[in-house]
C-alpha cells in the first residue's frame, strides 16, 4: 500500500437478521439466556475445579482452561450482539472491527490446539496409564497451555497482518452479527481474491486439518483399548464422546464458514450465532451432565457455599445480640 491509499470508511454497519420488533424480542432473550448461561455455567466449571482436591489432574486441569476459553468466546461478540438488537443502525468502528476479529482468531486457535492437547491426554491416559502422570506432568500441562495461547496469538497475527491496512472506501455494510475476516475483506476497494485463498488456507484448511486429526486420534484409542480389553471399550467410549461432541461443535461451524465455496447467507448467520453463543453454553453441559466427578465435586461445592452462608448469618445473630447486651 502506497502511504497516499487511506482508508475512507471508518465504520461498518452489522446487518444482523433485518426483521420485525417480535423477532427482534426472541432473539434479545434466545441471545441473553445463552449467554449467562455459557458464563454461569463455565466459570462454574471453573471454581468447582479449583476449589476441589479432588480434581487437580491434568484432565480438569485442561477441562477448567477450556471453560475459562469459553467465556472468552462467549465475551467478544455477543454483548454487543444484545445491545444492538435495540440499536437502528448496528455499528462497529473500523479499530472496533480489527479488535473484534483479532481476540476471535486468537481465543479460537487456543481452543483449537487445547482440544488437540486435551485428546493427546486422553490418549495417554486410556493407553499409557503407567506413564500418564511422569507425561502430563503439572509443568508439561503449563507449557502445553502456553504453546497454545501462542499459536492462537500467531494465527491471528498473520491474518491481521494481511488485511490491517486493506483501503476501505464503499460499500460498509457487513451481512452478519459481527466482524470476521470472509466477510470484511470482501469490502476492500481492491482485488481480494488471493486475501480470501490465504484466509481460507489458514483458517479453513487448518481447522479441518485440525478436525480430522483429532476424529483420527479418537479413532486410534477406541481401536487400541479394544485390542487391549474388550471391557474397557465401552468406558473409552463414554469418556471419549463428550470430546467427540465437543469437536464436532467447534469445527463443523468453522469448516463450513471458511471452506465450503458456496455464499448461504441465512446458514452462514445461523452459524456465527452457533460459534459466538451456542457452542461455548454448551460445553460445561457436556462435560458436566456426562461427568461423575464433576457433579460430585459440584455438590461437594455447593454444601460448602450453604455452610459458609450459615456461618456468616450465625456470626451476625451472634454480633448483633453482643451489641444489644452492650447497648442495654
Keep these: 500500500m502506497d502511504a497516499g491509499n487511506h482508508s475512507v470508511v471508518s465504520e461498518f454497519f452489522l446487518m444482523g437478521f433485518a426483521s420485525s420488533w ?14 449467562i448461561a455459557s458464563m454461569l455455567g463455565n466459570l462454574l466449571i471453573v471454581l468447582t475445579i479449583i476449589s476441589d482436591h479432588h480434581l487437580h489432574s491434568p484432565l480438569y486441569f485442561l477441562l477448567a482452561n477450556l471453560s475459562f476459553i469459553d467465556t472468552g468466546v462467549s465475551s467478544i461478540a455477543t454483548p454487543k450482539m444484545i445491545y444492538d438488537l435495540f440499536r437502528k443502525h448496528k455499528v462497529i468502528s473500523l479499530k472496533g472491527c480489527i479488535t473484534q476479529m483479532f481476540f476471535i482468531h ?8 487445547l482440544l488437540i492437547v486435551m485428546a493427546y491426554d486422553r490418549y495417554t491416559a486410556i493407553c499409557k496409564p503407567l506413564h500418564y502422570l511422569t507425561t502430563m506432568s503439572p509443568r ?8 497454545a495461547w501462542t499459536i492462537g496469538l500467531i494465527h491471528s497475527v498473520v491474518q491481521l497482518a494481511f488485511v490491517v491496512n486493506l483501503p476501505f ?3 460498509n455494510e457487513i451481512d452478519s452479527f459481527y466482524c470476521d475476516f470472509p466477510r470484511f475483506i470482501k469490502l476492500a476497494c481492491i482485488d481480494t481474491y488471493s486475501l480470501q485463498f490465504l484466509i481460507m488456507a489458514n483458517s479453513g484448511f487448518i481447522s479441518m ?12 484409542i477406541l481401536v487400541t483399548v479394544r485390542k487391549h480389553s474388550s471391557g474397557g471399550l465401552a468406558k473409552a467410549l463414554s469418556t471419549l464422546s463428550a470430546h467427540i461432541t465437543v469437536v464436532v461443535f467447534f469445527f463443523g461451524p468453522c ?7 458456496f455464499s448461504t447467507l441465512p446458514l452462514d448467520k445461523f452459524l456465527a450465532i452457533f460459534d459466538a453463543i451456542i457452542t461455548p453454553s454448551m460445553n460445561p453441559v457436556i462435560y458436566t451432565f456426562r461427568n461423575k466427578e464433576m457433579k460430585v465435586a459440584m455438590r461437594r461445592l455447593f454444601v460448602k457455599a450453604l455452610s459458609f452462608r450459615k456461618s456468616r448469618v450465625m456470626q451476625s445473630k451472634k454480633f448483633r445480640l453482643i451489641l444489644t447486651i452492650i447497648g442495654n
Excluded at 22 to 35: G, P
Excluded at 106 to 113: I, L, P, Y
Excluded at 140 to 147: D, G, P, Q, R, S
Excluded at 209 to 220: A, D, H, K, Q, R
Design 106 to 113: 486468537t481465543v479460537g486457535g487456543a481452543e483449537m490446539v
Design 140 to 147: 508439561m500441562c503449563i507449557c502445553l497451555l502456553a504453546v
Design 255 to 261: 469448516i463450513i464458514v471458511y471452506v465450503w465455496p
Design 209 to 220: 486439518g485440525t478436525f480430522f486429526i483429532l476424529i483420527v486420534s479418537y479413532i486410534f
Design 169 to 171: 472506501c464503499g460499500a
Design 22 to 35: 417480535e423477532i427482534q424480542i426472541l432473539l434479545f432473550l434466545f441471545f441473553t439466556i445463552f449467554y
